[in-house]
């Protein structure tokens, strides 16, 4: 298959592919606007501490007293810093005061085009750039802020993707890349921007070079397996190379899932006092003769309890033991999501969301716009030294000495982890989630409380438990009740420990004890869970699958494609028809490249070149001769794997013939068999059973949202919009909405 396409870093191909896909090539993309450039990587020491940015020719005197008095005076003498959010440029103009100038990029400013590959497979996989549409007027201004500023600093976020960023702005600014240019703020605080701003750097094009690669090689994966899913599928699908391996996994723990087959078995507790009936014991059977005892049926179950009557009940052991409980480390960004979709609730692209705004800066009186938290995208659990200090010298005045630990505690990530960044942490651990709440959203609130207390508690003290374990027997069955009291809080004094006190009266070995009851019930094993999107997360990191800071994205993706639903009430990933069917195809015909194995390893190869250890289109082109002849293969004899139509056993009413469920770019609808001649459709409406608190007359119906920044999440309108406009993110009760439930968001990123 030859159609080449342009697909997103892994995931959709756009619209524009139907019509390139039915050419068996595509012609050479028109030059115009169109930037290639190719990078060498140079591993060049850094230019002298006092090396200058830029210097600009000096252009005529006359030409450019009248271009900067009209438009670029106030950029005259300044340094022009070029940030990607404009809410970051706010927070650092107003730290770097008059002698500096923000600006924005707002993201990317170069990328590859959409509808075509843009990938020269034949000349060393060289990508081809583009201004990014829609922001010819801002690289206009950009460039005209440069040239007129003293030098120009590029201050894009520090990690591949900003690094990207850093790249393209110098190539279209005319910024000598060799030059010290690039500056990495890790955290947005006074402290953090003067430190990044004395200390330039040259862009790293190793760096640079990591996220091209990754780039080009999400681009091929998807714009070759996309129109194959168009041709042998269902048009309009897509695949990645991250996005379907996470489909996959969804796919097969459903597929364990309905393979489980429950088997029986009994619990057996004996409840029990002492012989003054002081004391009150609940005992769990658990051993026969000293091995693990596992009860399989009601006749088993009634037998144990017999022989456990006949028997003596006697204390065999009654002990407690001290235990130590050690903090867990600060957030990194896979953990970060896990907690925060357990104690928030929020879908890790949510939780992106609101740590973005932390991280760029928030108004507190008094200290001015303020960065509360450092760069949230990272897998290291470093803290630097300041940050160490900082946070002992508050627990020992908050909390005393005695909470404080001889030395600050240390943390090592599992496997390899990128190291360029601390982890995620409040920059100042003296602002209290308490003491600037006022400042915050509810949303923003929770999330810096959770950061801020894991924070101080990772360089707190261990808890102390104490655990208590009381043993008995009976004609050879043994029993045991088990309890946990907490003796000493430490870092539990900011952060949950998890653990509720079950405290135990004492008993004395060798004395008996009554049985008061037995109490004998009936289970069956449990299938594993389905994955919520938090467990997702952590699978993908457990296995080596993607990065930190494409976790949200992929599972964003999924539910974006109509791959994977939410569960109404648990939040479950189920994986639809459409994408256990996308799975099934691609599992068919390219099982080694949908594959946690290789893409795992094809993770550590990406990271290798960010090191230096391996050339990324040696890498490019290793891949290539292995995947495009499987391409090839599947399009010319490949099965296709079409769903049936699916009858729903209506009439249409305007024609007469059957109506089909159907999918288009917002998902199911039903539409008519007569189609082209009868354009009869209708959206598929499923109601909750549940009245509309608002109008009292309708009943409320789950939607999903389509377009803004909540695109994808699921909320809950009436079906008489719009001559009712109740709409609420959370399901109400069955009598009507909680005043929090009710209230009405605007329905402009809605689909009503």
């Given at each position: 298959?030859?159609?080449?396409?342009?697909?997103?870093?892994?995931?959709?191909?756009?619209?524009?592919?139907?019509?390139?896909?039915?050419?068996?090539?595509?012609?050479?993309?028109?030059?115009?606007e169109t930037v290639k450039k190719t990078a060498k990587t140079t591993k060049t020491a850094k230019a002298s501490a006092g090396t200058t940015t830029k210097k600009k020719a000096p252009a005529k005197k006359g030409a450019t007293k009248t271009t900067r008095s009209q438009k670029f005076s106030q950029y005259d003498g300044k340094t022009l810093v070029v940030v990607e959010s404009p809410a970051k440029a706010k927070t650092l103009e107003k730290i770097l005061g008059t002698r500096y100038k923000v600006l924005a990029s707002v993201g990317h400013v170069r990328d590859l085009p959409k509808g075509r590959l843009a990938i020269d497979v034949e000349h060393d996989f060289e990508p081809e750039y583009i201004q990014v549409r829609g922001k010819a007027d801002l690289i206009k201004t950009l460039k005209g802020a440069s040239a007129a500023s003293e030098r120009t600093l590029l201050a894009s976020?520090?990690?591949?993707?900003?690094?990207?960023?850093?790249?393209?702005?110098?190539?279209?600014?005319?910024?000598?890349?060799?030059?010290?240019?690039?500056?990495?703020?890790?955290?947005?605080t006074e402290h953090g921007v003067r430190s990044a701003i004395s200390e330039p750097d040259m862009i790293n094009m190793e760096l640079v070079e990591a996220q091209q690669a990754r780039r080009v090689l999400d681009r091929l994966v998807g714009y070759e397996?996309?129109?194959?899913?168009?041709?042998k599928v269902q048009r309009g699908?897509?695949?990645?190379?991250?996005?379907?391996?996470?489909?996959?996994?969804?796919?097969?723990?459903?597929?364990?899932?309905?393979?489980?087959?429950p088997e029986e078995y009994w619990l057996m507790d004996v409840d029990a006092n002492s012989l003054d009936k002081k004391r009150s014991y609940k005992l769990r059977v658990e051993k026969y003769k000293n091995k693990p005892l596992t009860i399989n049926n009601e006749e088993e179950a009634l037998k144990i309890e017999s022989e456990i009557r006949a028997g003596r009940l006697t204390v065999d052991d009654f002990s407690t033991k001290e235990s130590k409980k050690q903090p867990s480390p600060p957030f990194k960004t896979s953990t970060l999501q896990q907690e925060a979709s357990r104690r928030c609730g929020f879908a890790p692209k949510r939780t992106m969301r609101i740590a973005q705004a932390l991280y760029e800066g928030i108004e507190i009186p008094g200290r001015g716009p303020t960065g509360l938290i450092t760069y949230m995208r990272t897998d290291s659990l470093r803290l630097a030294p300041e940050a160490l200090e900082s946070s002992r010298a508050f627990i020992a005045n908050s909390f005393g000495r005695n909470y404080l630990p001889d030395?600050?505690?240390?943390?090592?990530p599992k496997g390899k982890a990128?190291?360029?960044?601390?982890?995620?942490?409040?920059?100042?651990?003296?602002?209290?989630?308490?003491?600037?709440k006022d400042y915050l959203t509810p949303e923003q609130y929770r999330l810096y409380e959770l950061i801020w207390s894991r924070f101080i508690a990772s360089q707190m003290r261990d808890a102390v438990v104490a655990r208590t374990n009381l043993v008995c027997s009976s004609a050879d069955y043994q029993m045991k009740q088990s309890g946990v009291v907490v003796t000493f809080d430490g870092w539990g004094r900011v952060y949950p420990l998890g653990i509720k006190d079950i405290t135990m009266e004492p008993a004395v070995?060798?004395?008996?004890?009554?049985?008061?009851?037995?109490?004998?019930?009936?289970?069956?094993?449990?299938?594993?869970?389905?994955?919520?999107?938090?467990?997702l997360v952590k699978a993908l990191e457990e296995k080596g699958i993607g990065r930190p800071s494409t976790y949200a994205t992929i599972i964003d993706t999924l539910s974006l494609r109509g791959y994977v639903d939410r569960g109404e009430e648990d939040k479950k990933l189920i994986p639809t028809k459409l994408g256990r069917l996308v799975n099934n195809f691609l599992v068919r015909y390219f099982s080694s490249i949908v594959n946690e194995g290789f893409t795992a390893t094809m993770e550590k190869e990406l990271d290798q070149i960010e090191s230096g250890e391996i050339e990324w289109k040696k890498l490019m082109a290793d891949f290539w001769k292995g995947f495009k002849p499987v391409v090839d293969e599947v399009s010319a004899h490949g099965e296709s794997m079409r769903p049936e139509p699916e009858l729903i056993?209506?009439?249409?009413?305007?024609?007469?013939?059957?109506?089909?469920?159907?999918?288009?770019?917002?998902?199911?609808?039903?539409?008519?068999?007569?189609?082209?001649?009868?354009?009869?459709?209708?959206?598929?409406?499923?109601?909750?059973?549940?009245?509309?608190?608002?109008?009292?007359?309708?009943?409320?119906i789950r939607r999903k949202t389509t377009k803004g920044k909540m695109k994808g999440r699921f909320f809950y309108g009436c079906e008489r919009y719009p001559d009712c406009d109740y709409v609420s993110w959370k399901k109400p009760g069955k009598e009507g909405a909680m005043e929090e439930e009710a209230q009405v968001v605007e329905p402009n990123d809605t689909d009503m």
């Open positions: 298959m030859a159609a080449k396409k342009t697909v997103k870093q892994d995931e959709a191909v756009p619209q524009e592919i139907e019509k390139s896909a039915k050419s068996s090539s595509v012609k050479k993309a028109a030059k115009a976020d520090p990690d591949r993707e900003g690094e990207a960023i850093a790249w393209h702005l110098a190539s279209l600014l005319d910024i000598d890349t060799q030059q010290q240019c690039r500056i990495r703020m890790h955290e947005i397996l996309s129109p194959l899913l168009w041709y699908l897509s695949a990645g190379r991250v996005q379907s391996v996470a489909l996959r996994i969804v796919c097969e723990r459903e597929e364990e899932i309905e393979r489980f087959i030395k600050p505690n240390e943390y090592m990128q190291d360029a960044h601390e982890a995620i942490r409040a920059t100042d651990a003296m602002l209290t989630p308490e003491s600037i070995k060798g004395e008996d004890l009554a049985i008061e009851k037995i109490v004998k019930e009936q289970k069956f094993t449990q299938p594993l869970p389905r994955y919520t999107e938090a467990g056993g209506e009439k249409c009413p305007e024609c007469g013939h059957e109506l089909i469920v159907k999918r288009g770019r917002f998902g199911e609808f039903i539409a008519c068999t007569g189609y082209p001649e009868c354009k009869y459709t209708r959206k598929i409406v499923k109601t909750t059973g549940i009245k509309c608190p608002k109008c009292g007359q309708g009943e409320l």
